[in-house]
């Protein structure tokens, strides 16, 4: 069962219906790997049709043969990550 009602993520998916869409997950740790499933469930959830691309295969003719280009959320919020030494 989700937290939140799907409903509540209509507005985010609308503007990519009857586009082409090429979705670029990126390397990560499991939490990245999580959106990128995330993402995928959404877009199949809205009815968002997309094509899963890795960057290494994504040159940038095959990118504007795209109408949207969707790059995989993720990274750090916060630590010491970035403190300096």
Do not use: C
């Not at 740790?29 to 995330?38: E, I, K, R």
């Not at 993402?39 to 043969?65: C, I, N």
């Amino acid at each position: 069962m989700p937290i939140l009602d799907l409903s509540r993520f209509a507005r985010l998916f609308a503007p990519f219906k009857n586009k082409r869409i090429v979705f670029v997950p990126l390397d990560g740790n499991v939490g990245d790997y999580l959106s990128h499933v995330a993402t995928e469930l959404m877009f199949d959830h809205f009815g968002v049709s997309y094509e899963t691309v890795l960057p290494q295969a994504l040159s940038r003719k095959r990118a504007e043969s795209f109408d949207e280009l969707v790059i995989s959320g993720g990274g750090n919020m916060g630590g010491n990550y970035y403190a300096a030494p």
